[in-house]
């Protein structure tokens, strides 16, 4: 088994930044890709970034040039630094980890409220 806990959420002005983390413990050998994922009140749950153990990055278009996805496999700890957000940023950010199987994991997910 595999447990995600994220941290780093909270209350932050239009322009601002955050960063969230997400420690890993458990079966981490398992780990394969690891990403953020975030859903906004009303709206289905979105990927906002993804990171592979080559490391290869994926974004979300809207996200592009503002987040940055990074891991430290030493750490077994993800981040996203999050820059220039903007209220439709507001959201429950989820870490998730996809094991070498194909099984994912998920975090309980920390609030990002983001103020105009």
């Known amino acids: 088994q595999l447990q995600l806990v994220e941290s780093g959420g909270g209350l932050v002005q239009a322009g601002g930044s955050l960063r969230l983390s997400c420690a890993a413990s458990g079966s981490i050998f398992s780990i394969s890709d690891m990403g953020w994922y975030r859903q906004a009140p009303g709206k289905q749950r979105e990927l906002v970034a993804l990171?592979?153990?080559?490391?290869?990055?994926t974004y979300a278009d809207s996200v592009k040039g503002r987040f940055t996805i990074s891991r430290n496999n030493d750490k077994n700890m993800v981040y996203l630094q999050m820059n220039n957000l903007k209220p439709e940023n507001t959201a429950v950010y989820y870490c998730?980890?996809?094991?070498?199987?194909?099984?994912?994991?998920w975090g309980e997910g920390t609030l990002v409220t983001v103020s105009s």
């Open positions: 998730n980890a996809v094991s070498y199987g194909f099984k994912n994991y």
């Open positions: 990171i592979t153990s080559g490391p290869n990055t």
